[in-house]
């Protein structure tokens, strides 16, 4: 299968102080990776920087996308690539709809594709067809974004944008942290059914039980900004039934 | 002891005009506009232009900006341009009734020097409307206008015409009045030109003031309108300024506002080298209600200076003020509210906001809340932000695929878009959005005014 993106030595630093360790991933098209790893340990640079965000001095290493090195792509540019990062933290833009939003956002795409902008009513037909999938309050779309938005709902718009923009490689960082047992289901059912044969996802989580939804061909364990270990879906068992300082003693030689 | 105020050059030369032209003012002018002339000139001499103590005008150094040799226009020159292309380019959909003034003076072109429109309204030149409605003057020409300020005492020594509108009681007037202010001439000249709107017992109406500079040179604007809104009354006044970076303007507004009348202000600043904009509002009856809105886009070199003087003298009013920028390169701006809630102004709910976004280092903006509150039952709240284009913001907008300078006129345009949404009439205020939208890509040119697109 085709390599789709790789990471290769990645170290970064924010503020002086080293982050990322030397971070080596391959994920090929049509895979599903899992990360995991306790709090601060570097999972969302990680994400941060496969998606443009400027903020950590990345010090060695490389990042490859479907054969072109990153560095030289802006965030925009990556997003008409097909990368998606559907945020930990989702940001509020007061004053800006999500219609709004949306609509410029798919129609750059389009521009990207040399496709015409969609029409008034073909953006609202795509944009109800999606909403059904993801099942996402109607009221939402017409609202700011995710001005005031509860955690819940904040998530589900992620996927939500996801499900518009159909992504080749989506990163989901903690998607579903902070989502009630349906909610869980519905955003899993969503990365199910916008899965392909020729994309890829990564999804960072805490808990093994969104990986009941959507299973993994890897899992890997992100620790003080290295992976120290990867496996299959059993590692996600293993780790929640031994937590961390398992793999802290594994990797301390204890 | 020095108590002398030292005239300088520029305040004599004013004065020595006007004693030359005293007797020209005085035999075109009405009674009442003499009587406030008098008064005018006798302030201005002992006031000048306000210099650098003045507190008012810290962040404005006005005296250099007099210092350009204007011509002043004592009557309206004949000017060419070509009216067709004002009423080409009306606001499509509006339905407005348009009058013109030109450098001060109002024009004939687009209609007789006073109209009584079907409705009763009384629109016009307001030299004429001195003569033909005494009583009016009377009553409120030069009522308002305080001469504290300097320059306001200049404009009504000089005060020769401008543009008069009367709303009689009862009438409900749906169509939008609008203003245009031309400044065209082939040379450097100074305006100052006097309003005065009524609008009368029960009566609802709505004007909309455009500026525009259509030659290259150098303006100087110095204008003061006088607005009395009587009794459970609803008055609109939508100013838009677009002139151009070698255009200055003062514009003095005062309000004076009777029990339950309801008054919106939007003071739109799009393009001026120097505007101090005065907002000066008498909430004189108990029941009214003030909206003060502004919105100031500047860049380059240019600045702009809001002042907002909000008297609560009777009890249960409400005012709300709120007041908007962006500011690029090395513009800057200050806003000076000022709310004073006198001793038995109970239940006065006076609101301020003042925000900002500085989209350079170099930008710069001070803002400045006054309030001063005499009575005890009161909700007073004031608030003034300065900060940049949210950076989480711009990256998420990016990561979804939307390029930086969209992403930052997306931002730009949420951030304008309280002020507008103020704006009632709704072709109006989507034409207005139009023009800032132009504005924040860079595209407005001095050409494109709110409505007139000329040349
Ligand atoms: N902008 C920043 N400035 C300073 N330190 C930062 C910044 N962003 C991240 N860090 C630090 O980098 C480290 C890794 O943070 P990161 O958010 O990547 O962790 P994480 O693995 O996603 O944790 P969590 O599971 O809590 O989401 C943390 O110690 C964090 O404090
Ligand atoms: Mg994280």
Redesign the interface.
């Known amino acids: 299968m085709k390599s789709m993106l790789n990471i290769k030595d990645l170290r970064a630093s924010i503020e002086g102080k080293e982050i990322l360790k030397g971070i080596n991933l391959e994920v090929r098209e049509g895979e599903v990776h899992a990360i995991m790893g306790p709090n601060g340990s570097g999972k969302s640079t990680l994400a941060s920087l496969v998606?443009?965000?400027?903020f950590a001095d990345v010090t060695s290493g490389s990042i490859t996308y479907l054969g072109k090195n990153l560095f030289d792509l802006?965030?925009?540019e990556?997003?008409?690539a097909g990368i998606?990062?559907g945020?930990q933290y989702?940001?509020?833009?007061?004053?800006?709809t999500m219609v709004?939003?949306l609509k410029?956002?798919v129609n750059?795409?389009r521009k990207?594709k040399g496709l015409e902008p969609l029409s008034a009513k073909d953006f609202l037909k795509l944009l109800r067809e999606k909403k059904d999938l993801v099942e996402i309050d109607s009221k939402l779309t017409s609202r700011?974004?995710n001005a005031g938005f509860s955690g819940g709902e904040k998530k589900k718009n992620e996927i939500f944008?996801m499900a518009m923009?159909e992504p080749k490689l989506a990163i989901l960082d903690e998607t579903d942290s902070g989502l009630d047992i349906d909610a869980l289901k519905i955003v899993a059912n969503g990365v199910n059914k916008l899965k392909r044969k020729d994309n890829a996802t990564i999804i960072i989580t805490h808990y093994q039980r969104l990986l009941d939804y959507i299973i993994p061909d890897f899992v890997h364990v992100l620790f003080d900004g290295r992976i120290v270990k990867s496996g299959g879906k059993e590692l996600a068992f293993e780790l929640e039934e031994k937590g961390y300082q398992w793999i802290k003693n594994q990797v301390n030689g204890n | 002891m020095q108590n002398e105020i030292v005239i300088s050059d520029i305040e004599r030369e004013f004065i020595d005009l006007y004693r030359e032209n005293r007797n020209m003012f005085e035999a075109k002018a009405s009674a009442q506009v003499n009587k406030v002339r008098k008064s005018g000139i006798r302030d201005f001499e002992r006031l000048g232009i306000p210099g650098k103590k003045n507190e008012d005008y810290k962040y404005t150094p006005l005296q250099p900006l007099f210092r350009n040799g204007y011509r002043k226009y004592l009557e309206p020159k004949k000017v060419e341009f070509n009216l067709a292309h004002v009423f080409r380019c009306d606001i499509p959909t509006l339905d407005t009734h348009l009058v013109l003034i030109v450098n001060g003076f109002f024009d004939k072109k687009n209609g007789e020097l006073l109209r009584e429109l079907p409705s009763g309204i009384i629109i016009g030149s307001l030299a004429a409307a001195s003569h033909e409605y005494p009583e009016l003057f009377e009553k409120h020409y030069g009522k308002y206008a305080s001469h504290q300020d300097g320059l306001v005492a200049l404009n009504s020594a000089f005060a020769q015409d401008g543009f008069f509108l009367y709303v009689p009681k009862g009438t409900i007037y749906k169509k939008f009045i609008q203003i245009v202010n031309l400044l065209v001439a082939k040379e450097d000249i100074m305006v100052q030109h006097r309003n005065l709107i009524i609008v009368d017992d029960n009566a609802q109406a709505g004007v909309i003031i455009c500026d525009h500079a259509l030659t290259p040179h150098s303006f100087l604007t110095n204008s003061v309108t006088e607005i009395y809104t009587a009794e459970n009354t609803f008055f609109d006044y939508v100013k838009v300024q677009n002139e151009h970076n070698n255009a200055v303007q003062f514009s003095h507004i005062f309000v004076n506002q009777e029990a339950n009348s309801n008054m919106t202000s939007n003071i739109l600043t799009l393009h001026g080298g120097v505007v101090r904009n005065n907002v000066n509002v008498l909430l004189n009856g108990e029941g009214a209600e003030n909206n003060s809105y502004g919105l100031y886009l500047v860049d380059q070199e240019q600045h702009v200076d809001n002042y907002t003087f909000i008297d609560h003298a009777r009890p249960n009013c409400i005012s709300n003020q709120l007041y908007k920028g962006v500011l690029d390169d090395s513009a800057t701006g200050a806003f000076n509210g000022r709310i004073l809630v006198r001793k038995d102004s109970q239940k006065t709910h006076a609101y301020q906001a003042n925000n900002n976004i500085l989209l350079t280092d170099e930008a710069k903006i001070n803002s400045k809340p006054q309030l001063e509150i005499y009575a005890d039952d009161v909700k007073c709240s004031h608030g003034a932000t300065v900060g940049q284009l949210d950076d989480e913001a711009l990256f998420y907008m990016r990561s979804r695929g939307i390029p930086e300078k969209e992403a930052r006129l997306i931002m730009m345009s949420a951030f304008t878009h309280e002020i507008i949404s103020n704006i009632k009439t709704d072709p109006l205020r989507t034409r207005i959005n139009e023009l800032v939208e132009k504005r924040l890509r860079g595209e407005l040119s001095a050409c494109d005014n709110c409505a007139v697109k000329c040349y």
Do not use: C, D, Y
């Open positions: 998606a443009g965000k400027n802006n965030p925009e990556r997003s008409k998606f990062l945020f989702p940001i509020e833009i007061p004053g800006v709004n939003f410029t956002a750059e795409h990207h700011s974004v944008q923009l």
